[in-house]
């Protein structure tokens, strides 16, 4: 087998894993992981604005636009002009999504990100640089991502 072989069984092997932990996800708590870091970020911060929530999780404002106005429909987020500015839209959670953020399972990401941790800083550095380079490889370094581990279409991202 191939080095290059061996190399890309190990990023099937990893997008597979998160495909698995996002259906998962998605089944327990009826939202995808670009739509829990939306409630989240609200949740951490009542009265947000759609821009400091699309910057918190490294979204695009017109992705996380699209994620709110699901959210809405749900009756998990609801939006408010404020009444010192009337540009500007505050963002809180309802009932519902307070709910709903309290419910969902631990995000696959945290599982990661307790392991990563235990490393020494050279081998995080290591993992980090090599990942880059990946990216840069596969022409996805201009890619909006998040922070949050979950595959699948852009259109089912931005859902």
Do not use: C
């Amino acid at each position: 087998m191939e080095k290059y072989d061996e190399l890309l069984i190990g990023l099937r092997q990893v997008i597979r894993a998160i495909d698995l932990y996002s259906k998962k996800l998605n089944k327990e708590s009826g939202l995808t992981g670009p739509q829990l870091l939306v409630l989240q970020a609200i949740a951490n911060r009542d009265g947000v604005l759609a821009k400091q929530v699309a910057d918190a999780i490294n979204l695009s404002s017109a992705t996380v636009t699209s994620i709110l106005d699901r959210l809405e429909a749900r009756d998990l987020v609801k939006r408010e002009r404020s009444t010192q500015d009337k540009r500007k839209v505050l963002l809180h959670l309802t009932e519902k999504g307070e709910q709903a953020v309290g419910d969902a399972p631990k995000p696959l990401q945290q599982h990661f990100i307790d392991r990563f941790e235990k490393l020494e800083d050279w081998e995080q550095n290591m993992m980090i640089a090599n990942m880059q380079r990946i990216a840069k490889m596969m022409n996805a370094d201009d890619i909006d991502a998040a922070p949050v581990l979950e595959v699948g279409t852009i259109q089912q991202l931005s859902e």
